[in-house]
């Protein structure tokens, strides 16, 4: 007998019976019946149509620790959310019941499971359902739940690379020693080969194909035999059945004395493997992109604690270990550990690889600070306000993870299509083999007529429609310096409607140099201006300081004075003494502390070059006004070139930056483009997600840790060469060659790569309406048909080198 839930068969004598949704039903155990009596309670028993395997998931064992899930909660929009693994998920059906039990579950908000991750995603009021009840749903219906782990997904993913990669150099290196001997034979049909000799090369190639077929292609048999044993078909099963097609018919052949095709048995998996390993190093990298953002928070920090005689001792404690409330302390190019509230200290820190601010902020007591962010300048004393998955970095994490769950499934929708045309296959060369014994023919004949079949409607030519476009595309993007990272980013690039672009370091250098230096005071020029304020900032590691002291490379040797006494004032400037006068730099704010007044005329001049875009800072000496200095982040020469490129392909432009409005509506305005100023990384993904709601498809380009959530959110996600590792990591696309004319050259090669798989899917399907009819009728030899399918082939990637004059 066969158990209704878990269709696994037992013993009459064992069986439970039980009358459900008013029909009789058979159980190998109560266990199965409750399971059974929960599912057809809730409604869904639909569950039992759509699934495709023959024995769910282990029942839970034991108690859960509901200590660890407790600590993975976290709180989001008001509600408690939580990260599970959920094991026994075998197929869409499995996600399915999951998420439809965890929806219709009181108190459950969301519930959303990932089929590629197994990853499930519940957003749930506290206080309408507990913990254990939200995890009880997911047992009672036979799966697992296990809090979510990057590092052990992670390692799985890499043991899964690696395998593969083992695995494909074994393919390649059998097949192409395979290739030597089948090309004798191939000679050999048509000029004349001894026996003796036919049949030592023969067996060669069996001994070499064997390995490729049994070893290599063994996940491909995994899946196919799980999938006869479902009734469901998808690539794997094509690649199976051409392969050992091929496979038996050779050996047939061989036996025989007829015809053989060990290298078409060999080289189906092959080259799929390829594809299959490109698809799984893929996945690392995007993992790989979650783990350095997480690591961007320092592992260690110094705890300051009560010591003897009220004093505070500095202890370093990890990171897990500090609450919020405790303080610790952060020394000038230390990374701050976690969001908190400056207490003691002044400085500048650096924001930018979070926040996208391009310059540094000034902190000082009671200045908010984000953990990630870098002290430039003075040493610091925070309180920490926000620990663990609490924290800014971490909700940008949780941002980038949750963009890399909703990218698209392609691959899905293929299977799906072919699952119809493999059975299609199967079912045809079965009627061919009966109608052909129907008409009285041999045996043997009738044999070989449903062998041409399944040769000839091989997927090979299906098989490379696409994977042979996309390498060509991504090889010769690459030439041009630009890094494609999967054949569907070609896809998605071509489909593109909208391009958001960062600022700082995508449409400007990301260099901030200096503009214009205004003299003030009548008898002092310029040089003699940019030598004083060099010699002031040489120390500095503002970004006006940096521009001063890279223009200043330009004066004559021994330009500079000699400065001492330097003193940077955290969010104002810096002041030095020159020849026995203090000599300053910077904003207004130090101007007036140090009692410097400044001219209607030099202010409303600071203003203009405020207005479009410039960082202002002023130089005086002995309290008087020397100069102007205006530094600006220049805007790429290309870009413009690079935005009317864009345009011209139909695509709607626009800048969104973490820069203040002025500094950004500036350069939008220079561009012609409009602007998203003061953007965080979470709002700078939620821009492109507001665009994707309205139904168009974006392209995003930028170059900082902080990009990263609208990088993965986006169809199609751009990094800047020079830009961050994370960023590069979670990018689809990097230009290598840090050029933004790039981007209308990615966007014009995704569309022609893009006509060229089409025309090479429609060739395939068009070669097999044609072909398999005239196997059918016995017009075509499995040596023709193998022929006819290497013919096939050719013509795809034919059709595919056209895209070497794409660029």
Known sequence: MRCDHCLLEFPEREAVRAEVAGAPRVFCCAGCRGVFELIQGEGLGAYYDSRRWTEVGPQAAGALDLAAFREAVREAHGAAELDVAIDGIRCASCVWLNEKLLQRTPGVLTARVNYATHRARIRFDPAAVGLERVLGRIQAAGYQPKPWSDAEQLQARRAEAKDLLVRLGTALFLASQLMIYQAALYAGYFQGIDAPTRRLMEWISLGLTLPVV???????????????RHLRFNMDSLVVIGSLSALAYSVYGMLRGGEVYFDTAAMIPTLVLVGRYVEAAAKGRASEAVARLASLAPREARRLEPGPGGRAERRAVAVAEIRPGDRIEVVPGERIPLDGVVREGASEVDESLVTGESRPVAKSAGAAVIGGTVNQHGALVVEVTRVGKDTVLAGIVRAVEEAQAQKPRIQAVADRVVGGFVPAMLVLAALTVVAWLARGAPVERALMTGISVVVIACPCALGLATPIAVLISTGLASARGLLVKGGDVVERAGRATDVLLDKTGTVTRGRPALRALVPLEPGVGADEALALAAAVERRSEHHVGRAVAEAARALPAGAEPEAAGF???????????????????????????????????ADARARELEASGDTVAFLARGGRPLALVAVADPIREEAPAAIAALRGLGLRVAIVSGDGRITTGA???????????EASPVQKREAVAARQREGRRVLFAGDGINDAPALTQAEVGAAMGRGTDVTMESADAVLVRDDLRLLPDLVRLSRRTYAVIRQNVFWAFFYNAVAIPLAMAGLLHPIVAAGAMAASSLFVVANSARLRRAL
Do not use: D, M, W
Not at 220 to 226: D, I, K, M, S, V
Not at 570 to 593: F, K, M
Not at 667 to 677: I, M, P, Q
């Open 214 to 228: 049994f070893y290599s292609g063994a996940p491909f048999l995994r899946a196919t035999g799980r999938g006869l």
């Open 567 to 601: 003193r940077a004032v955290p969010g104002r400037g810096v002041v030095a003494e020159v020849g026995g006068a203090e000599v300053l730099v910077g904003n207004r704010t130090l101007l007036a502390e140090r009692g410097v007044s400044l001219a209607p005329e």
């Open 667 to 677: 350069v939008a305005a220079a561009l012609g483009v409009e602007a998203v100023a």
